[in-house]
């Protein structure tokens, strides 16, 4: 059972298992692996260049939160759309984003997503069919209605995912994106990314009831998931993905996860009492999922040294791009009208599932 | 070219584009078994079906915020704010998502937001508002507001082939009032400012209904020859022709029907005293609504609202100077 | 501020009773003040509109100081019992000292003579100024038919046109603004001007400066002139030139050199049809002789001397041109030439090629300069280094580009890893 710094009720959650999806290869769950790893990697890297002072702003990361990305992105079609959270960096790894974009973008400097209009993991590439959130949340759970209200009208096989913050479920556009999912019976999936805290805010003090049971009230099913497993998290965005494109309508799939540093860099944390923290530490989803591997006899040592020289050159490349030209600073705020059309491209879809 | 309303030109232009693209989708409260609370979409669910005519729910930050979802997937939705007024429970999607979703990411967002704005039916405030300059004031946005039934069709079949966010004011009072000339067909209505009447002495430069007070008030004033500048669109600005129009007639009163500070009015009297200095004759003087909400009562609105005597009284004094 | 009394040498503003606009008749109350001695009403001294108020509610002033002016003039359709003003201007009464001006509507005060152009009482449009600066008008002779007989537009304009003088612009039909690079200059309708400008008398250009001009108009003639650019870090000779107690020249000379031997085709000459390689460089050096001109004395067999040695020869030649000591083989049978206006602090010249040579070089001024400098380890950095921008003059008919660049190439590779 996961557990929460509250004694509000999180609903059902899947028991640890060690097989928890029977659909994953063996390349599959070190895919999985690769990939939090790399976002580990990255963001550790980046924080370090946060205190060397070369990441402007602030910077947030998702440390112990990998397998809430990794996991459902594994599960979705490169046709398929996706908003992203900013504790989500693994969805966009997982969709093709390359490490020294994301440290350029963190950076600011000319080669990031945004070419430092925008900072953080406030992006998305449009070429691998991802929205970057904004800071206004969960604006993004009606962006993704809207994509899959779309796919519906249009009779597409295709279903949108957007990640959002147990705070986000106090806002209007929760309820409005929950309701209009629900009436439309749409091909979405709301993740709740239930991290136990809203920057200082604890669940108890956001909501009476778990809103993964608000998702019934809304006309479809609700389920709470192990969050820090990579692939119960896969298994249960698989099956709303098949609900979704089989006309099944909108899953509302709670994350239970624990956000292990602070709301952001500048935040030591110090209202999450340390034992919680401990106790958390335990259910590290990188160590999780390191442990089947080498269970299954994979060379786990190097993949994390591969990884450890991939985030090394990407931090290398990165720190020699260069910072955007202040001419730029106006310009693209409007699309020119004779200009070709973009619209949101197929990203990488690695499982095993679509043949790849 | 036939006759019709203002209320119909934008129905004719919904529906030429409809019909000329499958992408287009209308998306608002009310619009498709009942036609719209202005019967603006009136009969379209019979010609279009419920899918392209969507009765949503009464959730305006989800009419925008679906929208943008489904533009960048790419639909062309065009959303229904039932009143300009109920924008505000959608604000965040526009300001946010859509109008920076390119700057940010480089990801065009082409949506058509209509709002049904202004007063003068006693529609009391929360029905009567004119926010434009909210928006234009926010990065990322067009903001267009015709006056006359050809350039209401022309404007929304141009705002829908923009890839931009586009906010469409629509003047309620203009609806069946206004009744003008309109081409057949299909076509676009240019994104800049039309001299409503020529004039030499003076100029009144305002949009949407003002233009119809402003020129009703200019008529026939003492013999003095006014021109009327009616801007069409507020984003962008057509700074040519109104720095065109000071110098020509070096008097100028700025009318809008919104409330005074921070109005549409207000950053072309900026532009005018920032480059049009050499050209002026006396203030530029402005005629708009107190900054108070729009009241309720006949007389109380009337108080308010920018009248064909206030706007002649401006102009007078202005001649006189 | 009125005099309230024999010792009383300053007053308080208490309380304006009119404000500006505001009509006031004579003797009516206009402010209130204070004074050590007394706390009185201030009653106007004349009747007219209230135009200016110059001392603000609370504001302590010496006696005789204009508290506030008044136009006795009339506005037309406004109540005025004033009835002898003169027409054109608007008169001014000042509220101020003496006192016993107050009830007197005579002459006005000394303080209150007729508005000048630009006073508070006559202001002007930026337009209409714009106009009369265009047409040279005078502003007071024309009469303002706005508000308070205000100059309009409209009446610059007819006066312009009455006037007949100027070409009135018809702002009815213009639809330009004004472009920037438009001014109100019109040829012929300005005032003459002070006086005609007396030429200094000519002076016949000296022997060397016709001697120089004709070499040098020969050389443009003849050859077909190209000049390539090349920017040189020059650090290394830098140390080299504190280390030897040099200058730069000598050891940029002693690299140009170098590369002269390794692409002797610049090391030549260009005589009509026949193109002589040289294989002893005679080099060339351009020495500056103020405001006479420049003469180029030659270092002979070049090649075989070390930076000290043409450091020596250089200077010899410099001191002994300057002395106009040189002897007429000094001058004669350079193979190549150095010039070197930079020590001036200029930065890039075209220099004209000595004839028969088929090149030149300029050395410009050495200047420190942020440049990207990547280390052994291949990390790119930014250094403050100092740079020269060397410039070739080089004849078409002799070489090409290539050949002018590779020896530039040369050069710079030879000054960046000079080891002295």
């Known amino acids: ?356 | ?321 | 501020m009125p005099q309230m009394g024999v010792s009383v040498a300053e007053g308080t503003l208490v309380e304006w009773r009119k404000q500006r606009g505001d009509w006031v008749e004579a003797d009516e109350t206009i402010c209130e003040i204070s004074t050590d001695k007394i706390d009185t009403e201030v009653p106007s001294p004349a009747s007219g509109r209230l135009i200016e108020v110059l001392v603000q509610v609370g504001v302590t002033v010496d006696v005789g100081t204009t508290l506030a002016r008044i136009a006795t003039d009339a506005r037309p359709g406004e109540p005025h019992r004033s009835e002898n003003d003169p027409p054109a201007a608007p008169p001014v009464a000042a509220l101020a000292t003496p006192p016993a001006a107050s009830a007197d509507d005579g002459p006005p005060a000394p303080a209150a003579a007729p508005a000048a152009r630009g006073s508070a009482a006559r202001r002007y449009s930026p337009v209409v100024q714009r106009i009369a600066d265009e047409h040279n008008v005078d502003l007071d002779e024309v009469e303002g038919t706005g508000r308070d007989g205000r100059v309009q537009k409209k009446d610059v304009l007819s006066h312009v046109q009455a006037r007949g003088g100027g070409r009135a612009p018809a702002p009815a039909q213009a639809t330009e603004p004004t472009m920037h690079i438009e001014s109100p200059y019109r040829p012929g309708a300005g005032a003459p001007s002070s006086g005609p400008y007396v030429a200094p008398e000519g002076r016949p250009l000296s022997r060397m400066r016709q001697s120089i001009g004709e070499h040098m108009k020969r050389s443009q003639e003849t050859a077909a002139t190209c000049t390539t650019w090349i920017e040189v870090d020059v650090s290394r000779i830098e140390i080299a030139r504190r280390q030897l107690g040099i200058t730069a020249l000598p050891l940029i000379a002693r690299c140009t050199i170098g590369a002269l031997v390794e692409h002797p085709l610049l090391n030549a000459w260009l005589e009509g049809e026949t193109h002589t390689v040289h294989e002893q460089v005679n080099l060339g050096i351009a020495v500056a002789l103020g405001e006479d001109g420049l003469i180029v004395p030659v270092v002979r067999g070049a090649q075989d001397l070390s930076p000290e040695g043409l450091s020596r020869r250089i200077r010899d030649l410099a001191r002994r041109a300057r002395a106009r000591q040189l002897s007429p083989d000094d001058v004669r049978g350079a193979t190549f030439t150095i010039t070197n206006p930079g020590q001036f602090g200029s930065m890039m010249a075209t220099p004209v090629i000595s004839q028969p040579q088929v090149a030149i070089l300029d050395v410009e001024a050495i200047i420190k300069r942020p440049v990207v400098v990547t280390d052994t380890f291949g990390e790119d950095a930014i250094a403050i280094r100092p740079m020269v921008i060397l410039g070739l003059s080089w004849d078409h008919r002799a070489l090409d580009g290539a050949q002018a660049a590779r020896f530039l190439a040369t050069l710079k590779k030879r000054v960046e890893s000079y080891e002295a």
């Open chain 2, 1 to 321: 070219m036939s006759e019709m309303t203002y209320l119909r030109a934008i129905s004719d232009g919904l529906r030429t584009e409809m019909r000329d693209d499958e992408r287009v989708l209308l998306m608002g409260e009310d619009i498709g078994v009942y036609g719209g609370a202005f019967k603006v979409t009136d009969g379209f669910i019979e010609e279009f079906g419920a899918d392209r005519v969507m009765d949503t729910p009464l959730a305006e930050s989800g009419i925008v915020g679906t929208a943008v979802g489904a533009a960048v997937v790419g639909l062309r939705p065009v959303c229904e704010m039932q009143f300009a007024d109920f924008v505000s429970c959608g604000f965040d999607q526009i300001i946010n998502v859509a109008g920076k979703m390119l700057y940010r990411q480089g990801l065009p967002v082409n949506i058509t937001v209509r709002l049904p704005s202004g007063g003068g039916f006693s529609g009391g405030p929360f029905h009567s508002q004119n926010p434009e300059a909210w928006f234009m004031h926010s990065p990322g946005l067009k903001v267009v507001a015709p006056s006359t039934a050809e350039d209401a069709k022309g404007l929304i079949i141009a705002s829908i082939r923009d890839p931009n966010p586009v906010i469409y004011m629509e003047h309620k009072n203009l609806y069946r009032r206004v009744k003008g000339e309109v081409p057949e067909g299909s076509y676009e209505t240019p994104f800049t400012a039309r001299v409503a009447r020529e004039g030499d002495d003076l100029v009144v430069i305002t949009y949407g209904a003002m233009v119809h007070t402003a020129l009703e008030a200019t008529a026939d004033l003492d013999g003095a020859s006014i021109m009327v500048l009616d801007l069409r669109s507020l984003v962008p600005l057509d700074e040519e022709a109104i720095l065109g129009a000071v110098h020509h007639c070096s008097k100028v009163v700025v009318v809008d029907e919104a409330n005074y500070t921070c109005a549409a009015g207000a950053q072309v009297s900026a532009l005018i005293a920032e480059r049009g200095f050499e050209d002026l004759d006396g203030p530029v003087l402005r005629v708009a609504s107190p900054d108070v909400p729009i009241p309720f009562s006949p007389p109380l609105e009337a108080a308010v609202l920018p009248s064909v005597e206030r706007v002649r009284e401006a102009c007078r004094q202005l001649l006189e100077y």
């Open chain 1, 1 to 356: 059972m996961a557990t929460s710094s509250t004694d509000v009720p999180i609903g059902p959650s899947t028991p640890a298992q060690e097989n928890p999806s029977a659909h994953l290869t063996v390349d599959d769950r070190v895919g999985l692996l690769r990939a939090m790893l790399l976002m580990r990697a990255i963001e550790e890297r980046a924080m370090n260049l946060y205190r060397q002072g070369k990441v402007p702003g602030s910077f947030y990361d998702g440390f112990g939160q990998e397998a809430v990305s990794v996991g459902a992105t594994w599960a979705m079609g490169a046709a398929d759309r996706l908003c992203v959270l900013h504790r989500d960096l693994g969805a966009h790894l997982v969709r093709g984003v390359q490490p020294a974009t994301i440290l350029s973008q963190y950076m600011g400097r000319e080669a990031g997503i945004t070419s430092g209009r925008d900072g953080n993991v406030h992006f998305g590439d449009y070429r691998t069919g991802c929205v970057g959130m904004v800071s206004m949340l969960p604006d993004m759970m009606l962006v993704a209605a809207g994509m899959a209200m779309a796919f519906k009208l249009r009779k597409e096989q295709r279903c949108a995912l957007t990640w959002f913050g147990d705070g986000s479920t106090s806002r209007g556009d929760f309820h409005e994106a929950m309701n209009w999912a629900g009436v439309q019976h749409l091909p979405v999936i709301f993740v709740l990314e239930n991290n136990q805290f809203a920057y200082s805010t604890p669940i108890k003090q956001q909501f009476a009831v778990n809103p993964v049971e608000r998702a019934a009230a809304y006309g479809f099913p609700g389920v709470s998931v192990d969050g820090n497993d990579a692939e119960a998290m896969f298994e249960a965005t698989r099956i709303a993905r098949e609900r979704a494109i089989s006309g099944g309508g909108p899953t509302l799939i709670e994350a239970v996860t624990m956000r292990m540093h602070g709301h952001g860099a500048h935040d030591d944390m110090k209202y999450v009492p340390k034992a919680l923290v401990e106790e958390w530490r335990q259910k590290d989803p990188i160590d999780r999922q390191s442990a089947r591997l080498k269970e299954l006899g994979v060379d786990v040592e190097t993949l994390v040294k591969e990884v450890r020289a991939e985030v090394d050159a990407a931090a290398k490349m990165a720190l020699a791009g260069p910072m955007p030209d202040p001419v730029t600073a106006t310009d693209r705020v409007f699309h020119p009208r004779d200009a070709e059309e973009i619209l949101l491209e197929d990203g990488a879809a690695p499982w095993s599932g679509f043949g790849s």
